[in-house]
C-alpha cells in the first residue's frame, strides 16, 4: 500500500480522467453500440427507474457512513461507503450501457420549464457529479492505503466531507431529474 499511498493524487488523476472519458464518450455517442450486446426494450426502458432507485439507495447509505463515522464505528463507515461506492458504478455502469445504446433522455415538458427549471437543475447536477469524481477517488484511495490510526492525520476526513455533500447532492438532483424526465413528463 505504500506505493499507493505516494502515489495517491496521481492515481486520482488517472481514476478520474478515464471515468469522465467514459461518461463523455457515452454521451457524445463516440462508443459504437453495435459493440455492446442490445438488451432487451424492457430491461433498457427500466434502467432510469432501477438507477433512481440506487441513487436513493446510496442517499441512504452515504447518510448511514456519515452517522457511523460521528459515532466512531469505522468499521461500518468503511462498510457503508464502499456500498455507496458500489451503488454509484452500478449506477454508472447502467447509464452508460443506456446512453450508449440510445443516447440521452430529451426533456418533453413545457419549453418554459425546461429552460428555467429543467436545464439548471441539470446543469449543477452533472457539476457536482463532475467534481465529485476526483473527490470519492482520493477519498477512497487514501483510505485504502493507510491504516485507520492515521487517516485523521491525512485529508481523508475533509475530503470526505466534500466527497459526501458533493455526492448527496449530486444523487438527490439526479433523483429530481429522473421525475421530471419520466414521471411529471
Known sequence: M???RDRVPALTAVLTVVSLALVFGAVGGVIPAELLPRAPETVLSAIPTVNALVSAAAIVTIVAGIRAIRRGNVDQHRRLMVAAFGLFTL????????????????????????TYVYFPILAIHILLAIVAIP??????????????????????????KVAATLWLISFSLGIVVYLMLYVVW
Open 2 to 4: 505504500l506505493e499507493v
Open 91 to 114: 449506477f454508472l455502469v447502467l447509464y452508460l450501457y443506456r446512453v450508449s445504446l440510445i443516447g440521452p433522455t430529451e426533456f418533453t415538458g413545457p419549453a418554459a420549464v425546461e
Open 135 to 160: 473527490a470519492v477517488y482520493y477519498t477512497l484511495l487514501l483510505a485504502a492505503s493507510y491504516p485507520v490510526s492515521e487517516l485523521a492525520r491525512t485529508n481523508h476526513p475533509r475530503a470526505g
